[in-house]
């Protein structure tokens, strides 16, 4: 039992650590693996606008970071992992709706 509740708290404090600064994602990979998506555009403009997108985001969430809820950043960090292919715009996106869901 001992071991299973030092797991417990070091669990939890890896998450908040976690939670403290925006997370780092690999913005090009992401876009690459996303451009099969995109319609209309060619693979230099897609990659180009989602790169822009996602740098934006990045630099949004970094200033308004400590205004989201732990608990937030935790849940939507760890939704960002599904799937392998993280985006700043949408964990900025899941952070904003949170955020509007507790105010309503």
């Given at each position: 039992?001992?071991?299973?509740?030092?797991?417990?708290?070091?669990?939890?404090?890896?998450?908040v650590?976690?939670?403290?600064?925006?997370?780092?994602?690999?913005?090009?990979?992401?876009?690459?693996?996303?451009?099969?998506?995109?319609?209309?555009?060619?693979?230099?403009?897609?990659?180009?606008?989602?790169?822009?997108?996602?740098?934006?985001?990045?630099?949004?969430?970094?200033?308004?970071?400590?205004?989201?809820?732990?608990?937030?950043?935790s849940?939507?960090?760890?939704?960002?992992?599904?799937?392998?292919?993280?985006?700043?715009?949408?964990?900025?996106?899941?952070?904003?709706?949170d955020?509007?869901?507790?105010?309503?």
């Amino acid at each position: 039992m001992p071991i299973s509740i030092s797991m417990i708290a070091l669990s939890s404090q890896l998450v908040v650590t976690v939670a403290d600064r925006v997370p780092t994602f690999d913005i090009v990979r992401n876009c690459k693996l996303d451009i099969a998506a995109t319609a209309g555009l060619t693979v230099d403009q897609s990659l180009k606008s989602c790169v822009n997108d996602e740098t934006r985001a990045r630099q949004q969430l970094g200033s308004q970071w400590s205004k989201f809820s732990p608990s937030s950043k935790s849940s939507c960090i760890s939704q960002e992992s599904i799937g392998g292919t993280p985006s700043y715009v949408s964990l900025q996106t899941c952070l904003q709706m949170d955020v509007w869901v507790k105010t309503r």
